[in-house]
């Protein structure tokens, strides 16, 4: 009997979604219609952050939140957002895809309070805007007046992202919107956090004073022109032009009853040519908060250690997905090798963690083989590590070792001795290849050696001297605590007793390019690493950058 014959049919039935019936909400109702935007502070940073990973390739997803309706006037918050996967993504376009929908839904089933109340994608360059192919987007898959598009702009300097609607047939800027940010703390906090998120600060009272600058630059705190930048900063209320005349005029009196004046402000002029503010030169990729300045970067895995939880934090700047495993002990150094593995040397011994299969973690599958290392005698407590393909390379204070790895008994990693030797060089630190060499090169020692930046390659019976140039003030008297090379050059952070300053060096000269300035807490750099080709990220107070 077919169904004609008996006029019975099925139809599928839709069931109820939270979104359907959106409760009422009076108390945010002003008089006309509208529309008004709720978006969460970790939200809109994750998303920057995010986009600020991909600088090559528009990324996108869904945000999730919920919205209220009276009438034509609505309210919509945004508490969150989930990546999409996408196949089909380039510096100029991101689509959804049936991954992407996959991946929507099983996020979505552990949260029956939220649901889907709009999307968002990453631009490449420029400020925040609608393409036509985003237009279409949006009227096709979130036609509804609630919805909402956010666009994230990684190229931008200004304005950080926006928001869009349809409003009947028209896609609208979304002019006005809220940023929530989660109570307790400094609420300033929060505005320095989210200005970080989108590699832009805060804008201060004006320039820093040029006295504060010559103990930062190296130049000498007395004598005419240190005094003539103190009396400027006492003149500093004034806004006038008739203060600046009056600047230039004890300057120039200066300079005619001190010669030594000139060399000094000729000096200052090619100091303050290398000056650099970290905005200038770092590019924040992630929110790293409580990590500490053992980081190192492999190709997109990131990893450091968490004072705070007390374990190895390890973050994939692809995916942007942080998982934790523990170190027995606090880590002396952490390093990758070319093959992915992550060593890390502690005050007991060596561990080696294998490469992580994501998206195996993100199912579920969290089971994964450490091998571990007995230590051999060393002439001192190891300091640094950097493993490569057919070994090991190893430091103290004073004596450099070279290991071959062997796998030996239920999966313990043997250590047999190759070379060893003194270190050519005081404070020298081991600086890794970086990929330029391939996985089998060694390593480059170089060291701060009684006011001369050095460095030296290392030979069959030891290390020859490969480069020097003398530097200068205050760097001269300040001692190595890690370094990077590039192709800019050699990324070199200095201990300078209450924290660490940065300076870039010329590749084959060693001679000073620039030096960057931290003036502020949050700011200072606290670890450096290469990523195994050629690119070099660092860690802040609060933020991984890539240099």
């Not at 290392?373 to 950097?386: F, H, K, N, R, S």
């Amino acid at each position: 009997m077919s169904v004609d014959e008996t006029g019975f049919t099925i139809s599928p039935v839709r069931r109820e979604l939270p979104q359907d019936r959106p409760p009422p909400l009076d108390r945010f109702l002003e008089a006309g219609p509208g529309l008004r935007l709720v978006v969460r502070e970790r939200m809109l940073n994750g998303i920057r952050m995010q986009a600020g990973a991909s600088p090559t390739k528009e990324i996108g997803g869904v945000l999730v939140g919920r919205h209220y309706r009276t009438g034509d006037r609505y309210l919509v918050e945004v508490d969150d957002y989930v990546a999409m996967p996408s196949r089909d993504s380039s510096a100029s376009h991101f689509e959804f895809d049936q991954r992407s929908i996959r991946a929507i839904f099983e996020r979505l089933e552990k949260r029956p309070d939220q649901y889907v109340v709009g999307w968002y994608h990453s631009h490449t360059f420029g400020d925040p805007f609608m393409s036509d192919l985003d237009h279409r987007l949006h009227q096709d898959h979130f036609p509804e007046p609630w919805y909402v598009s956010c666009v994230a702009s990684i190229g931008s300097r200004g304005r950080s992202a926006g928001f869009w609607r349809m409003r009947g047939a028209e896609l609208v800027e979304i002019n006005d919107y809220e940023l929530a940010v989660a109570t307790g703390g400094d609420p300033a906090s929060a505005q320095k956090r989210y200005l970080a998120s989108c590699g832009l600060r805060e804008q201060q009272d004006g320039p820093p004073a040029l006295a504060e600058l010559l103990p930062l630059l190296g130049m000498p705190t007395d004598g005419a022109v240190a005094r003539l930048f103190h009396e400027l900063a006492e003149d500093r209320a004034e806004q006038s032009g008739l203060a600046t005349v009056r600047f230039l005029v004890r300057a120039a009196k200066a300079v005619s009853a001190d010669p030594r004046a000139v060399t000094d402000l000729e000096e200052f002029e090619r100091r303050l040519a290398r000056f650099r503010r970290p905005s200038d030169v770092l590019t924040p990729l992630a929110r790293a908060s409580g990590l500490r300045g053992l980081i190192s970067i492999g190709g997109t895995d990131y990893c450091a250690y968490s004072l705070d939880k007390q374990r190895l934090q390890r973050l994939d700047l692809t995916s942007l997905y942080t998982f934790s495993v523990r170190a027995e002990a606090p880590p002396v150094c952490v390093a990758h090798a070319p093959d992915g593995h992550v060593w890390v040397l502690t005050g007991s011994g060596l561990i080696r963690f294998p490469v992580i299969d994501t998206a195996a973690l993100r199912k579920g599958d969290l089971t994964f083989e450490v091998n571990g290392a007995d230590l051999p005698d060393t002439d001192g407590a190891p300091e640094q590590i950097v493993p490569v393909e057919d070994g090991l390379w190893l430091r103290s204070a004073s004596t450099w070792y070279r290991y071959e790895c062997t796998a030996g008994p239920e999966g313990k990693i043997v250590l047999a001795a190759r070379a060893s030797g003194p270190l050519p060089g005081p404070g020298s630190v081991f600086v890794g290849d970086n990929g330029f060499g391939g996985p089998l090169a060694p390593p480059v020692l170089l060291a701060n050696e009684e006011g001369t930046l050095r460095t030296w390659k290392a030979v069959e019976d030891g290390w020859a001297p490969s480069a020097a140039a003398e530097l200068p003030r205050p760097w001269n008297g300040k001692p190595v605590v890690q370094a990077a090379v590039s192709g800019l050059g050699w990324h070199v952070l200095f201990d300078d007793g209450g924290g660490r300053e940065l300076c870039l060096f010329d590749l084959h000269t060693l001679e000073l390019v620039h030096h960057v300035v931290c003036e502020d807490e949050d700011d200072r750099i606290t670890g450096i690493s290469g990523d195994g080709s050629g690119k070099v990220y660092l860690q802040t107070e609060g933020v991984l950058h890539r240099g």
